[in-house]
Nanobody
Framework: VQLVESGGDLVQAGGSLRLSCTAS????????MGWYRQAPGKQRELVAR???????DYADSVKGRFTISRDNVKGTVYLQMNSLKPEDTAVYYC??????????????WGQGTQVTVSS
């Protein structure tokens, strides 16, 4: 199972970015999909996640600014980030769990995409 992320960039405070993550490989089904981030010197933290039933959960720090969504046909999860703040600067990682006909139950991580917000 492979995850390919894109969309990270350098943006000014108040700007917007959209991250994408596409899963591919021996995937039978995808359950949860989510985004985490890790800033320098800090632990990786949950940003947002979405279940197969499209229930969503957000970190308090991004509620009202970020929106997670998924396209089950494409196997892609998106993170629309608006009103970005310098404290949103981090490497963003995609996380997907599901079932593979080769691996069984799996949890995979993307390679990470850098988001930098300048003040």
């Amino acid at each position: 199972v492979q995850l390919v992320e894109s969309g990270g960039d350098l943006v000014q405070a108040g700007g917007s970015l959209r991250l994408s993550c596409t899963a591919s490989g021996s995937i039978s089904s995808i359950n949860g999909m989510g985004w985490y981030r890790q800033a320098p010197g800090k632990q990786r933290e949950l940003v947002a996640r979405i279940t197969s039933g499209v229930n969503t959960d957000y970190a308090d720090s991004v509620k009202g600014r970020f929106t997670i969504s998924r396209d089950n046909v494409k196997g892609t999860v998106y993170l629309q980030m608006n009103s970005l703040k310098p404290e949103d600067t981090a490497v963003y990682y995609c996380n997907v769990n599901g079932y593979s006909w080769i691996l069984g139950d799996f949890t995979s991580w993307g390679q990470g995409t850098q988001v930098t917000v300048s003040s």
